[in-house]
T-cell receptor
Framework: AQRVTQPEKLLSVFKGAPVELKCNYSYSGSPELFWYVQYSRQRLQLLLRHISRESIKGFTADLNKGETSFHLKKPFAQEEDSAMYYCALSRGYGGSQGNLIFGKGTKLSVKP | EAGVAQSPRYKIIEKRQSVAFWCNPISGHATLYWYQQILGQGPKLLIQFQNNGVVDDSQLPKDRFSAERLKGVDSTLKIQPAKLEDSAVYLC??????????????FGPGTRLTVL
């Protein structure tokens, strides 16, 4: 079964510290993986996707197929990074292409 | 550009009542999604439309939930009758096409439903 696991409900770090939000997935095919973020009182929005291999707001994520992981990392956390982060997997091809399976989310709190 | 619009933003009903949610996607977006997000969970897909056709409704509880997308633009999601476990945020999203890697999904603000 296709599944996304985010083992941490809450992650609290101090400003300037490195941060890593963990994501593991279960998928039989070639996965497309994403990180979505929801800041307080804002809409859910795309942060980054693995196929782009880009850094957004200092965040990066590498797909590790051997470990079936897609952890989100940032070397120096900022207070404005405090938000809810969701890892998501795109499943299916053809008619179901684009459907997302979300993890339960990790709340990141960056303390001053 | 204007984002995905949803209404109402909040709704409180009693169990066994009916409720409807409305979504207006971003202009030109062919694909529309409805997600259900229960407190403490990630969003779960209920139904996906491509233009005005349904391409995936495998997780839609069809005995009580229905959705339509007339003319391939606006969409309505209905619950009849509602149960306590339907209390959730209902999110609408749209994308240019139906390709997870190629088409970003844009989310609306959501409708928070409370069933008493």
């Amino acid at each position: 079964a296709q599944r996304v696991t985010q083992p941490e409900k809450l992650l609290s770090v101090f400003k300037g510290a490195p941060v890593e939000l963990k994501c593991n997935y279960s998928y039989s095919g070639s996965p497309e993986l994403f990180w979505y973020v929801q800041y307080s009182r804002q809409r859910l929005q795309l942060l980054l996707r693995h196929i782009s291999r880009e850094s957004i707001k200092g965040f990066t994520a590498d797909l590790n197929k051997g470990e079936t992981s897609f952890h989100l990392k940032k070397p120096f956390a900022q207070e404005e990074d405090s938000a809810m982060y969701y890892c998501a997997l795109s499943r299916g091809y053809g008619g179901s292409q684009g459907n997302l399976i979300f993890g339960k989310g990790t709340k990141l709190s960056v303390k001053p | 550009e204007a984002g995905v619009a949803q209404s109402p933003r909040y709704k409180i009903i009693e169990k066994r009542q009916s409720v409807a949610f409305w979504c207006n996607p971003i202009s030109g977006h062919a694909t529309l999604y409805w997600y259900q997000q229960i407190l403490g969970q990630g969003p779960k897909l209920l139904i996906q439309f491509q233009n005005n056709g349904v391409v995936d409704d495998s997780q839609l509880p069809k005995d009580r939930f229905s959705a339509e997308r007339l003319k391939g633009v606006d969409s309505t999601l209905k619950i009849q009758p509602a149960k306590l476990e339907d209390s959730a945020v209902y999110l609408c999203a749209s994308s240019l096409g139906a390709g997870g890697g190629g088409y970003e999904q844009f989310f609306g603000p959501g409708t928070r439903l409370t069933v008493l």
